[in-house]
């Protein structure tokens, strides 16, 4: 369970004076994530979603909060941040910087159809298309930059032969790829952050990682985590379905085609490296689940082996 700030009811009941959010009526922790702490909140209201940012300051959050603020107003599933009573969406509980977002109707799947990826390519699509009138912009926090200083860090717990396709592949995604669109990403849309109803996208969640940042990118983390067999290799099917969905709301280019194969090693890349990280590197926390980071490290080592990609 990833709470790393335990909450109180007598904490949020004094927290939610606030707002005209009503009483609180329930309080529960959330236990997926590895980042921030969550709790399910439920008050006379409605339902809500309580976050405490434990890495992130009150300085960066203005971002990620208008994001959210911005998409809801275009008409994408996302939490919506409640204003409070000084109509501030950010504020502070337990000494971390805090804010509480609308809950949306679903549920996260393990198992996704192609019905399923067909209408996340959909959404992400639109998403992107919605992100290209925000006006503010975020430096990716785990780019280029991140990629060298973190692989120097865990190389040393790695095997000699690992340590070499880690640092290889840093360099090949050294210099960020130049010519196809960029604008703002969620940069972690795995399963656990949609909400599913039934074949329908009931919610995008946790924006944390959002940025500006090639939207193939997006795309290609997405994939590598709706569209794997068991094997670590995309499934033509479901492949298919989500690309030519989210084309149908956001044209790929030319250059995007041919930039598909990198696109998917760095998406694979960056979530190898945070993996490793984690495990060998954790933080302090009360409850933590770590990721095991040889599921990324199989994917990546299958996209380097590919010849033929899969495409439209």
Known sequence: MAVFTTVSEADITAWLANYSLGTLLELQGIPEGVQNTNYFVTTGNGRFVLTLFEKLTADDL?????????????????????????????????????????????????????????????????????????GDQMLNPRGAAWRAETSQKVKKFLSPQDAALLENEVDVHALPLTGIPRGVIHADLFRDNVLMDGDRVGGLVDFYFACTGNLLYDVAITLNDWCMNDEGRLDAERTRAMLRAYHAARPFTTREAGAWPQSLRAAALRFWLSRLHDQHLPRGGELVNPRNPEHFKRILQNHIATTEFVWL
Do not use: W
């Open 62 to 134: 203005p971002f990620y909060l208008n994001l959210m603020a911005h998409l809801a107003r275009h008409g994408i599933p996302c939490p919506s941040p409640v204003a409070d009573r000084h109509n501030r969406f950010l504020g502070e509980l337990n000494g971390k910087p805090a804010c509480i977002v609308s809950r949306l109707p679903g549920k996260s799947i393990t198992e996704p159809t192609v019905a399923q990826c067909a209408a996340m390519g959909a959404m992400l699509g639109q998403m992107h298309s919605a992100g290209l009138s925000f």
